[in-house]
């Protein structure tokens, strides 16, 4: 299976949304990545629900969510409202994980789980065959344009090998300072989707970037 790319509209120019989803629309992306803060678990406040709803109108790809905020639970079946087709929470909210993962199953989307950089992979070894994804934050949660963690490879290869050795199906998404200059180490690694932020949306020509980020 070839990777997935999933740019992230933290990036985009919300000035113009609507002609950067169009522009993601008509590229050689997969996935919509949205990242929905509360300024409580992160340092940072993103959209809310209103601006969900409107990208929702004009995205032709898969929303893939990523709930930066404590007391996710509220919210999933509101996120499954809103066009989520990947509900992502973090491992280090969540009191009662499994709880929370088949309550975004029984929405009918796929259920992620987010580990921040100090967060080791053995954390998920008792739910990594209940959940769909697993994202690795390859820069601390809260902003974009950060720089890359270099150790998220080793932690990519041991989700890889957990994955592997389970028998799970779940896929491996990296977010966080992806770009051309490391997505060829992180899909050798064992990443199936990255998410792509300022290397697409600052990029001269951010479809073409797009493809050389699917390109091998």
């Known amino acids: ?12 120019d919300f000035g113009n949304l609507q002609r950067d989803i169009e522009m993601v629309n008509q590229s050689s992306a997969d996935w919509f990545h949205l990242d929905i803060m509360d300024g409580v678990f992160v340092p ?15 995205a032709n790809l898969p929303l893939d969510v990523h709930l930066m905020i404590v007391e996710p639970d509220k919210y999933i079946s509101i996120f499954k409202n809103l066009g989520a087709k990947v509900l992502t929470v973090h ?12 309550a975004i199953k029984e929405e009918g989307m796929l259920a992620g789980v987010a580990l921040n950089p100090h967060t080791p992979v053995s954390v998920l070894k008792d739910v990594i065959n209940d959940i769909d994804l697993v994202l690795i934050m390859s820069v601390n949660p809260g ?41 060829v180490d992180l899909v050798k690694s064992g990443a199936d989707v990255l998410v792509a932020g300022s290397s697409v949306f600052s990029a001269p020509n951010p479809i073409e970037a797009i493809k050389k980020l699917k390109t091998l």
Do not use: W
Not at 44 to 58: C, D, R, T, W
């Open 91 to 102: 491992y280090e909210v969540c009191k009662h994980l499994h709880r929370t993962i088949y």
């Open 1 to 12: 299976m070839s990777h997935k790319i999933a740019p992230s509209l933290l990036a985009a």
């Open 143 to 183: 902003f974009g344009g950060q720089k890359f963690i270099s150790n998220t490879i080793k932690k990519v290869q041991e989700a890889r090998e957990m994955i592997a050795n389970s028998g799970s199906r779940a896929l491996i998404e990296v977010d966080g300072g992806v770009g051309l200059q490391n997505y």
């Open 44 to 58: 940072n406040i993103s959209y809310g629900m209103p601006v969900m709803e409107a990208i929702q109108k004009h």
